[in-house]
């Protein structure tokens, strides 16, 4: 076997802070807990469970706005809870570090609604709290109703909204890295000097976009930027992932189809000088699983009285923008371009679907692979889509919360263990170093490099990035 095939498979759970997620109606499922989701203790109690089962992170996902396309009304959202109600992930953060050790956490935040000044602070305090364990989900939103929400005027042309990610992004470099170096801070009781003044620069930035001059007001943390989630699709979105971001989630519903996305991936980080296997790929997915196969299928059959497949197009038409309740549920729906997820809405120009297929494939009440076995078969699948596809690892659903992330840890890690193919224990390390063995830092080959202040002794105070030209 190569090096390759025996790579240990990376893995977060994907929630998000509401009751409907990704798999729609199963909150319904009298043992699912997921209406208690704004009581702190559901979210420590499964902080502490990931990290029992050696989960690499939490990946909470989040929206600005609500889902209204479909019908063009909120009601089956409210009805079913289709991240109606949801909450700000950021605020689970420090409670969850304080019950764990080792456990990541990528948090999702829309930066079309967020200064970035106040985001880049708010984002290194946790890097501060959870010493080094925090990463960003960086979008920009699909949602009409977030704009309406904030008082613009309307969702910013797709390549737009990557254009603004770009200078967001660098200016948030300057911040984290731009602006203190290393050892500004001496903490030097005795010689009175808290931070060491001439080791505090400041940056200057006036971009199309964004203006800012000054000092960033926040220390540097352990590991400065956090760890970079991105999921961009479209050709835009992956020249943007494929320049920024550590890991990239993808979609795809065959192996082949991830394939290629893989070697895409890898290509472009590659031709913009970055190392490509720096980026670790990972795929969404849903498992049931139980101590057989057998019971496995009774579970999803118990699962499915409860799901609500409706709900789960409800969610897709927010996201490809279109309201899919005005087709018949047999008629072929028709391409049309819209402004939400261009990668989500290709699917339309290349298959000939129909809602009742949405429907069949959203088994679940979602749109993510479905796998179903014991956690001797889930494993083999795992590890074949792993080995077929070139991708590093999962995003794991919930299904019933939270009974399916402890069926999982129950009878698939193990499994997976067994095989090599699952770490036995943590290593030391911030979530970077967990997830890359590159250290705290983005290495030199990442365009933050070129944002990052000397760390010469020099008695300048103030010193001229280079200009940014978004
Ligand atoms: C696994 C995964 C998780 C995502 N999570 C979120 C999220 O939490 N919030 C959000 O606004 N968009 C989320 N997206 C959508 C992406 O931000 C992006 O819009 C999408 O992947 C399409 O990219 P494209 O516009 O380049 O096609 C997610 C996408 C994927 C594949």
């Given at each position: 076997m190569t090096?390759?095939?025996?790579?240990?498979?990376?893995?977060?759970?994907?929630?998000?802070?509401?009751?409907?997620?990704?798999?729609?109606?199963?909150?319904?499922?009298?043992?699912?807990?997921?209406?208690?989701?704004?009581?702190?203790?559901?979210?420590?109690?499964?902080?502490?469970?990931?990290?029992?089962?050696?989960?690499?992170?939490?990946?909470?996902?989040?929206?600005?706005?609500?889902?209204?396309?479909?019908?063009?009304?909120?009601?089956?959202?409210?009805?079913?809870?289709?991240?109606?109600?949801?909450?700000?992930?950021?605020?689970?953060?420090?409670?969850?570090?304080?019950?764990?050790?080792?456990?990541?956490?990528?948090?999702?935040?829309?930066?079309?609604?967020?200064?970035?000044?106040?985001?880049?602070?708010?984002?290194?305090?946790?890097?501060?709290?959870?010493?080094?364990?925090?990463?960003?989900?960086?979008?920009?939103g699909y949602l009409d109703s977030a704009e309406r929400l904030i008082g613009q005027s309307g969702l910013k042309d797709h390549d737009l909204r990557y254009e603004q990610a770009e200078e967001f992004l660098q200016l948030c470099y300057k911040y984290w890295e731009g602006s203190w170096e290393h050892d500004a801070v001496e903490k030097d009781k005795h010689h009175r000097i808290f931070t060491n003044p001439s080791k505090v620069h400041e940056i200057h930035h006036e971009g199309r976009f964004y203006q800012s001059h000054g000092v960033f007001q926040v220390s540097p943390s352990r590991q400065r930027t956090p760890v970079l989630f991105q999921a961009g699709a479209s050709t835009r979105g992956i020249k943007f992932a494929t320049s920024h971001a550590e890991c990239i989630f993808i979609g795809g519903d065959t192996p082949e189809k991830l394939r290629q996305q893989v070697i895409k991936i890898r290509?472009?980080?590659?031709?913009?000088?970055?190392?490509?296997?720096?980026?670790?790929?990972?795929?969404?997915?849903?498992?049931?699983?139980?101590?057989?196969?057998?019971?496995?299928?009774?579970k999803l059959e118990e699962y499915r009285h409860y799901a609500s497949p409706e709900a789960g197009l409800a969610h897709y038409a927010s996201s490809v923008g279109i309201d899919l309740s005005k087709f018949a549920d047999d008629e072929i729906i028709p391409y049309q371009k819209s402004n939400s997820i261009a990668s989500v809405n290709e699917k339309f120009r290349a298959q000939q679907i129909s809602k009742n297929d949405l429907k069949n494939q959203h088994v679940l009440g979602g749109r993510y692979p479905l796998i179903v076995g014991s956690g001797h078969d889930v494993a083999e699948q795992l590890i074949q889509l792993i080995d077929s596809t070139g991708i590093d690892g999962f995003n794991l659903t919930r299904t019933v919360a939270p009974e399916s992330h402890h069926d999982f840890i129950r009878f698939v890690i193990p499994e997976l263990q067994q095989r090599g193919r699952?770490?036995?224990?943590?290593?030391?390390?911030?979530?970077?170093?967990?997830?890359?063995?590159?250290?705290?830092?983005?290495?030199?080959?990442?365009?933050?490099?070129?944002?990052?202040?000397?760390?010469?002794?020099?008695?300048?105070?103030?010193?001229?990035?280079?200009?940014?030209?978004?």
């Open positions: 090096e390759t095939t025996q790579k240990h498979i990376l893995l977060n759970a994907f929630d998000m802070n509401s009751v409907g997620h990704i798999n729609h109606g199963l909150w319904t499922h009298p043992r699912d807990e997921s209406h208690r989701f704004s009581e702190l203790s559901y979210w420590t109690d499964l902080a502490k469970t990931l990290e029992a089962g050696l989960f690499d992170g939490l990946f909470i996902a989040d929206i600005t706005g609500v889902y209204d396309v479909y019908q063009n009304n909120i009601d089956l959202t409210l009805r079913e809870s289709i991240q109606l109600p949801s909450h700000d992930p950021s605020t689970l953060v420090s409670a969850m570090a304080a019950v764990t050790q080792h456990l990541g956490f990528g948090i999702t935040v829309n930066l079309s609604y967020e200064t970035p000044y106040q985001f880049a602070r708010r984002f290194a305090s946790l890097d501060h709290l959870t010493q080094g364990r925090i990463g960003w989900n960086i979008v920009t290509e472009q980080a590659a031709q913009q000088g970055r190392n490509p296997s720096d980026i670790k790929i990972f795929v969404g997915i849903t498992v049931v699983t139980a101590e057989t196969t057998q019971r496995a299928q009774q699952f770490k036995t224990a943590y290593k030391t390390g911030s979530f970077r170093q967990k997830i890359s063995g590159y250290g705290d830092l983005l290495p030199l080959t990442h365009p933050v490099e070129q944002y990052r202040c000397s760390s010469s002794t020099s008695s300048m105070h103030s010193f001229k990035h280079k200009k940014i030209t978004a």
